[in-house]
């Protein structure tokens, strides 16, 4: 079982840059694929990124192609999402999420969640 953290949640201006934390504890992180989900207000959570376990193949979400990256570092226990040139649709409350096999963008196939962290782009 993991339990996950996220962090570095900020309200900052479109444009800008931010790096989102998501800190693991529990001994098999390292066998996990990781994710990023996102919920704005009144929409659906809506996958992001995600990454193997080894960190060799990531995926994302075509609105967030060449923007953001998630990497991980296995003796750390993190996942990080880099966001950059952020734009006013990526505020959202964002998620860090661990499964078993292989990546997937359905939020109900990820076994473990963090609490979540606000990011809020304003314009």
């Known amino acids: 079982q993991v339990q996950l953290v996220e962090s570095g949640g900020a309200l900052l201006q479109a444009g800008g840059s931010l790096r989102l934390s998501c800190a693991a504890s529990g001994r098999t992180f390292s066998r996990y694929l990781m994710g990023w989900f996102r919920q704005a207000p009144g929409k659906e959570r809506e996958f992001v990124a995600a990454?193997?376990?080894?960190?060799?193949?990531?995926s994302y979400a075509d609105s967030v192609k060449g923007r953001f990256a998630i990497t991980r570092d296995n003796a750390k226990k993190t996942v990080y999402l880099q966001m950059n040139n952020l734009k006013p649709e990526d505020t959202a409350v964002y998620y860090c999420?661990?499964?078993?096999?292989?990546?997937?963008?359905?939020?109900?196939?990820?076994?473990?969640w963090g609490q979540g962290t606000q990011v809020t782009v304003s314009s």
């Open positions: 990454i193997t376990w080894r960190g060799t193949v990531t």
């Open positions: 999420a661990a499964k078993d096999g292989g990546a997937t963008v359905v939020a109900g196939l990820y076994a473990y």
